[in-house]
């Protein structure tokens, strides 16, 4: 299993930034799929995630109503679009793949998020 998270970069605050992970070597419907993320210096925490169905899904309180995640099965790749970006969503974001039966799981190896003010 192989996921490569790609569209991180610098954006300044208020703008927007869409996050691709590309999943190869699975299949959506055995696994959740979430975002975290990592600010320099501090824990990783859980941005969003979708069940194994694409129907459900929920987000961190930071960031409810900025962000979206989504998927599309035919391209295996899941998405995060990232709106009115502030300057304390600067982390490295992470795509994360948890398979449904058991608790092994995946990780890309990020991309960096920076929002100036």
């Known amino acids: 299993v192989v996921l490569v998270e790609s569209g991180g970069g610098l954006v300044q605050a208020g703008g927007s930034l869409r996050l691709s992970c590309a999943a190869s070597?699975?299949?959506?419907?055995?696994?959740?799929m979430a975002w975290y993320r990592q600010p320099p210096g501090d824990q990783r925490v859980l941005v969003a995630r979708?069940?194994?169905?694409?129907?459900?899904?929920d987000y961190a309180d930071s960031v409810k109503g900025r962000f979206t995640v989504s998927r599309d099965s035919t391209r295996y790749t899941m998405y995060l679009q990232m709106n009115d970006l502030k300057p304390e969503d600067t982390a490295t974001y992470y795509c994360?793949?948890?398979?449904?039966?058991?608790?092994?799981?995946?990780w890309g190896q990020g991309t960096q998020v920076t929002v100036s003010s």
């Open positions: 994360n793949a948890r398979l449904v039966a058991g608790t092994r799981e995946f």
């Open positions: 979708m069940d194994s169905s694409g129907i459900g899904s």
């Open positions: 070597g699975i299949t959506f419907g055995v696994v959740s």
